[in-house]
C-alpha cells in the first residue's frame, strides 16, 4: 500500500492572514508561504507526528467551535516558553511531565490553541 510520507501543509481560515503569518515567525520561527516557487517553503524537523481525530464532543481544544488544535515539537521547552513570555505571550505549562514528554499551551493573535510539546 501507498502511504504518506507527512504532512505537506496546514490550511485554515484567519480574519487577517498576513498578520497571524507574520505573528507564527516571530513568535514561533515558520516562515510564511514564499511569494514564488523559487524560494522554498518553512521545512520542518524530522521527527514523530500525531495524527489523532478527537470525539465532537471534546474540550481538550478549549472553545466548543474549535475544531482543530496545533501541535508543535519543540527542542527545549523551557527556552521556548522564555522566548514568548518575554515577547508579552501567555504560556501555560502542563503541570507535570508525561511518558512521552512535557507539554505547554498557548493561543495565537486569533484565540487558535498551540501545544508545544518537547518529546522525551
Do not use: C
Not at 14 to 26: F, I, K, N, T, V
Amino acid at each position: 500500500m501507498e502511504k504518506v510520507t507527512g504532512i505537506g501543509g496546514v490550511f485554515f481560515r484567519a480574519r487577517d492572514p498576513g498578520a497571524l503569518s507574520r505573528w507564527y515567525e516571530r513568535h514561533l520561527g515558520i516562515d510564511p508561504v514564499p511569494g514564488d516557487y523559487d524560494t522554498p517553503p518553512w521545512a520542518q524537523a524530522g521527527g514523530p507526528t500525531v495524527f489523532a481525530p478527537f470525539p465532537a464532543e471534546t474540550d481538550y481544544f478549549g472553545r466548543a467551535e474549535q475544531q482543530f488544535m496545533l501541535n508543535f515539537r519543540v527542542a527545549d521547552l523551557e527556552a521556548m516558553i522564555a522566548q514568548l513570555v518575554a515577547a508579552g505571550v501567555g504560556v501555560e505549562r502542563h503541570p507535570e511531565s508525561l511518558p512521552n514528554g512535557r507539554f505547554a499551551r498557548l493561543h495565537d493573535p486569533e484565540g487558535n490553541p498551540i501545544e508545544l510539546w518537547e518529546p522525551a
